[in-house]
């Protein structure tokens, strides 16, 4: 093959695409839940591990040996996951902290229109505004911070920084609890005011308990493995 890179392994030994395959799958489980491999690194690092595979071959005992080799030239388990980890989760915080950038202000929109248009101007309703602002207040600048410091400014932190990971935390944190409190609020109102509500507020109550839904399984997602029996730490 000739150093050229492996994108099929029609040409490779079953049982060495095999010890590739088993070492990928013991790296993914030495990385936490929120420093997880994404699809596109796997398939990097296994072309990577792949290709080094063909080229020693030749001058191996056999292909088993030669991908032996090619991991023992890549490095271990428990170093690879070391050294990937603070930029796998710089990763996963930011692809969530734009989530986070992208919903709230679509969630906000949906109550303020319900507030202000589905109402008939009822004063009582713009309670629900002052009931949430302590979230907002300290949601938006945690997620703001979560997506500026896994860009340009993670250039200037040091490796390994936890900064990303504890804005990420107060962030979907202020979110959760925001939505709950409009959820909480809104149903308190329908029992104490009349008329009721227009449709809007059915818009909004859905685009928050569609968060809620997507905060939950996150968390659950992000949950220290041993929490759900696995007795090997990360």
Do not use: K
Request: charged share 15%; with cysteine; glycine share 10%.
């Amino acid at each position: 093959m000739d150093g050229r890179r492996v994108t099929d392994t029609a040409d490779l030994d079953p049982a060495a695409v095999q010890v590739i395959d088993d070492y990928l799958g013991a790296l993914a489980h030495r990385l936490p839940a929120h420093a997880r491999l994404t699809p596109d690194v796997v398939a990097e690092m296994r072309d990577d591990l792949l290709t080094a595979t063909a080229v020693l071959t030749p001058g191996s005992p056999g292909p088993v040996a030669a991908a032996r080799a090619a991991l023992a030239d890549f490095g271990d388990e428990e170093t690879i996951a070391w050294a990937l980890r603070p930029e796998l989760a710089a990763r996963n915080a930011r692809r969530l902290g734009i989530a986070l950038l992208v919903t709230g202000p679509l969630v906000g929109v949906c109550w303020l229109a319900a507030v202000f248009f589905g109402t008939g101007h009822a004063p009582a309703w713009r309670w629900l505004l002052v009931l949430v602002a302590p979230a907002i207040v300290i949601g938006a600048p945690a997620t703001e911070l979560t997506v500026a410091s896994t860009g340009r400014l993670s250039r200037w932190l040091r490796p390994g920084t936890p900064l990303a990971g504890h804005a990420l935390t107060i962030a979907g944190i202020a979110a959760g609890v925001g939505d709950l409190l409009l959820l909480i609020g809104c149903a308190g109102l329908l029992l104490l005011t009349s008329p009721p509500p227009g449709p809007l507020f059915l818009l909004a109550a859905g685009a928050s308990t569609a968060r809620l839904c997507l905060l939950g399984l996150t968390a659950v997602a992000l949950a220290p493995r041993r929490a759900f029996g696995h007795s090997r730490t990360a």
